[in-house]
């Protein structure tokens, strides 16, 4: 059974991570329903903002429980949501799945680079992990060099895995194992981390 957390926090040079609330919603739903933004993601996104608290009221459950760990980026010099990450154990409790995006106004300042780093970290050490995998559509390049950057490999093409917007879509499979992230692991350790299991856990 995958580990349960009633908080995390991760802090790097840029950014911090540390669990989405209820109360992002709202700036959430403004930077992710950007065409920018969709256009690199296997979702459309909510229609209504509405839809966007629900959910988010949704993931501190299944950070408890472990189904899931959906984490706000932030500025580490200016608290706000200005994107998301997340870990989601689906296959295998020990092959986490990352997923994430950012708003365009901050994109190209190496924000979502060291978010990637902070949730290897976190995968290898708190999760266990075997592996770390993540997919990009084969248009964008800027998502696959975010995760070479963290020491990721291609693996391969999945080829018209994703049906987006009226055609079959090609994606990256991209992943880092274990013994990879060992080799550097001390490049990955953020400057600070609070870790909460959750109760029972």
């Known amino acids: 059974?995958?580990?349960?957390?009633?908080?995390?926090?991760?802090?790097?040079?840029?950014?911090?991570?540390?669990?989405?609330?209820?109360?992002?919603a709202t700036n959430a739903y403004r930077l992710f329903m950007d065409d920018r933004v969709l256009s690199r993601l296997v979702t459309e996104g909510l229609a209504f903002l509405e839809e966007q608290r629900?959910?988010?009221?949704?993931?501190?459950?299944?950070?408890?429980?472990?189904?899931?760990?959906?984490?706000?980026?932030?500025?580490?010099?200016k608290p706000g949501l200005i994107g998301g990450i997340g870990a989601r154990p689906r296959l295998h409790p020990q092959q986490i799945d990352i997923g994430y995006w950012l708003g365009v106004p901050y994109w190209n300042n190496g924000y979502m680079t060291e978010a990637v780093r902070l949730?290897?970290?976190?995968?290898?050490?708190?999760?266990?992990?075997?592996?770390?995998?993540?997919?990009?559509f084969t248009s964008n390049v800027a998502s696959r060099k975010v995760l070479e950057k963290n020491g990721f490999s291609v693996d391969g093409t999945l080829r018209s895995h994703v049906f987006k917007r009226g055609e079959w879509r090609d994606q990256w499979f991209l992943s880092i194992l274990r013994s990879e992230w060992e080799v550097k692991r001390e490049w990955y350790r953020p400057h600070h981390e609070d870790i909460v299991l959750a109760e029972g856990k």
């Open 1 to 24: 059974m995958p580990a349960g957390f009633s908080h995390i926090e991760l802090v790097g040079d840029k950014v911090r991570l540390r669990p989405i609330r209820e109360g992002d």
């Open 54 to 77: 629900e959910v988010y009221r949704g993931m501190a459950e299944r950070l408890r429980t472990g189904e899931s760990y959906n984490l706000a980026i932030e500025e580490v010099a």
């Open 119 to 136: 949730v290897c970290h976190f995968s290898f050490v708190y999760l266990d992990a075997a592996r770390a995998y993540a997919t990009a």
